[in-house]
Structures are given as structure tokens and as C-alpha cells.
């Protein structure tokens, strides 16, 4: 009876361990929220990461409704465009959106430094840094889970 007991225990704890976490990201926190709402909530927190002024809230602010201004066209667009299968894009089409991607972080960065002091730049930038490298970690971690998975699951 003992040894039964054990044996299910641990084949319980094993089982719970095994089963795949799901954690909630910033993202899916923010999900339900309006474009404003999100918005308001991002200058505050960099009012209280920078020690932004009122003027400097109102700048980013209007930068930050512009920017998703064209994020949510560009969503827009893409989904009138997808068709029912998943089509490659072609070596050209990557580079043009790679390329205008890395114009408006371009024009992104030179206005925030228009905005922010020196010193508030320089902070900005080394959160913005520090959270690209900790998005790239997990998402190196989470193509990793998912091919041991799938690994597992061919043996």
C-alpha cells in the first residue's frame, strides 16, 4: 500500500511538472485595453522611469498615438491582404519591410532624442536595449521548448 501511494505521488508530480506553463506577457495584459488606454499607461511609465516634465508627456504622448496610428494601418493592411494559405515572401519584399522598419526606429529614436535630455536619452535607450535583449532571450527560449517538443514527439 505504501509503495502504491509513492509510486503515485511521484507519478502525479512528474505529470504536473511535464504539463507546459503558460505566462501572462505585458502584452496579453494590456489586450482588452483602448489604444488610448495603453497609451497612457506607456507615458506614465516613462514618466516615472525618466522623470519626464508635462511638456515632454505631451510630446511623447502625440509620438506614441502617431506611432500606433501606423501600426494599426499596417495591421490593417496586412490582414486584407493575407490570403487563406501562407504565402513566402519573396527576398525583396523581406528587405523593403526590414527596411522601413529600421527607418521608423530611425525616425523614432531622432525624435526622442529631440524630446528627452541627454541623460533621459541615454537611460531611455538602455531600457529599450535591455528589453530588445530580454525579448530575444525568450524568444530563443520558446523556439527551443518547441523543438525539443517536437523532437520528442517524432522519436
Avoid: P
Amino acid at each position: 500500500m505504501k509503495k502504491l501511494l509513492i509510486v503515485m505521488v511521484l507519478a502525479f508530480g512528474i505529470t504536473s511538472q511535464a504539463q507546459e506553463r503558460k505566462t501572462r506577457t505585458e502584452g496579453a495584459k494590456m489586450e482588452g485595453m483602448s489604444t488610448d488606454q495603453k497609451r497612457a499607461l506607456q507615458v506614465k511609465k516613462m514618466t516615472l522611469e525618466l522623470d519626464l516634465n508635462a511638456s515632454q508627456q505631451k510630446e511623447i504622448s502625440s509620438l506614441l498615438a502617431e506611432q500606433s496610428t501606423k501600426r494599426e494601418a499596417l495591421l490593417a493592411d496586412k490582414k486584407a491582404n493575407k490570403t487563406v494559405e501562407k504565402k513566402q515572401l519573396t527576398s525583396n519584399e523581406r528587405f523593403e519591410l526590414k527596411n522601413q522598419m529600421l527607418d521608423n526606429q530611425i525616425v523614432m529614436k531622432e525624435r526622442m532624442k529631440k524630446i528627452l535630455s541627454n541623460e533621459q536619452f541615454k537611460k531611455w535607450d538602455a531600457s529599450r536595449t535591455e528589453r530588445h535583449q530580454r525579448a530575444a532571450k525568450r524568444l530563443v527560449y520558446q523556439h527551443g521548448k518547441k523543438a525539443n517538443r517536437m523532437e520528442s514527439h517524432r522519436k
